[in-house]
């Protein structure tokens, strides 16, 4: 594993905000053509980040904790045979929980149906998931305790879209484009009355940020009806847990997308990568640190990132996983990181155990 420190980045106009007074034994730089980086062969102990443990899953997909030693997943159910995908002998995915102690797994609702992108209420008490059947995905909501589900009424929605606004009302973008909520009665309606399409939404305080067509970046607050347009080229926008920064995945060009800190205004505190692809962005719990999976086809470099979220110090985390095939999530501790990924037509997915 090796620990950087990002000193520059391609052009003088993105710099690196670096931390003031870390100790260190040894110091390499090594020059890349679009960055220099400063390889730490030894830090302080305190904020230094390692892998204690990784633990792979095979046949399971991950989503989120729902506890410290308990997973969302989805995985092969093979009581029902699909009929969604032609002659090829698929099996229905459904969600379940998977303890980490006893590798065990309990399916929440068994059912013949390809159910995925499972998103948690704050309290715990549901999950929002979708259900695709052939080209059409479809919303639900399951409560926890008692394994009741609804389906979210007269809607289709928008495979990668969802997020919870509250205990009790989840928001997504539908197949038209247009941003909706849901309570946890299933009764939809309209969030955002506009005409613009929408890409992809998050909540922020005060207010929900959304991604509008050409890749425009705008926050619309609460009670208002005319948005503001925070920034250009934005692929992602991941806010912090306290809501006070912002990570943007921004598009520079075909081949190029960066990955920054900013404020609330989308003004850039430190740029930390500069890629090919960069996904699956996820802050830590207590918004200290922000997870990433990197990609870079020009120099080679490729992995699981860890990044320090006032310094922009940045770990590579030594996992072998290249493509993360959903957001990274936390354990509520922020001592375990877990990162699913296909490999052969085969879901892998490595709990990664941090020191």
């Not at 062969?41 to 410290?68: S, T």
């Not at 093979?78 to 032609?86: C, L, W």
């Not at 989840?170 to 939809?188: C, P």
């Not at 991604?211 to 503001?228: A, C, D, K, S, W």
Request: hydrophobic share 35%; proline share 3%; with cysteine.
């Amino acid at each position: 594993m090796k620990r950087y420190r990002l000193m520059i980045c391609i052009a003088s106009t993105f710099l690196i905000l670096t931390s003031c007074g870390q100790k260190e034994s040894h110091r390499e730089t090594v020059e890349k053509p679009d960055k220099k980086i400063t390889i730490l062969d030894q830090v302080d102990k305190d904020g230094k980040i390692e892998v204690k443990d990784v633990q792979d899953i095979n046949g399971v997909r991950a989503f989120q904790f729902l506890n410290e030693n308990t997973m969302i997943v989805s995985k092969e159910n093979k009581q029902f045979r699909s009929h969604d995908f032609g002659p090829k002998e698929v099996y229905a995915q459904n969600l379940a929980t998977y303890n980490l102690k006893n590798k065990s797994t309990f399916v929440l609702h068994p059912s013949n149906e390809i159910q995925h992108a499972a998103k948690l209420s704050p309290n715990g008490d549901y999950l929002f998931y979708k259900v695709a059947k052939g080209e059409d995905t479809f919303g639900y909501i399951m409560n926890l305790q008692t394994k009741k589900t609804v389906k979210i009424k007269n809607v289709l929605l928008y495979p990668s879209s969802g997020e919870w606004l509250n205990n009790s009302e989840v928001m997504f973008i539908t197949m038209e484009g247009k941003l909706s909520k849901a309570n946890v009665k299933g009764e939809a309606e309209p969030l955002l009355h506009r005409d613009d399409r929408i890409l992809d939404a998050v909540k922020g305080i005060g207010g929900i940020y959304y991604i509008g067509v050409n890749n425009q970046l705008f926050f619309l607050h609460n009670e208002q009806t005319n948005p503001e347009k925070i920034r250009d080229n934005v692929s992602s926008i991941i806010p912090s847990p306290n809501g006070k920064q912002l990570a943007l995945v921004q598009q520079k060009d075909a081949q190029t997308r960066t990955l920054s800190i900013t404020d609330l205004k989308g003004s850039e505190a430190f740029q930390l990568a500069l890629s090919t692809q960069i996904f699956g962005v996820s802050w830590s719990p207590d918004g200290s640190k922000l997870a990433y999976n990197f990609i870079s086809e020009k120099e080679g470099d490729k992995g699981i990132f860890i990044a320090d979220g006032l310094t922009g110090d940045v770990t590579h985390l030594n996992v072998n996983l290249d493509y993360a095939a959903d957001q990274l999530a936390w354990s509520q501790s922020g001592n375990k990181l877990v990162a699913s990924s296909f490999t052969q037509n085969q879901v892998h997915t490595y709990i990664i155990f941090l020191k």
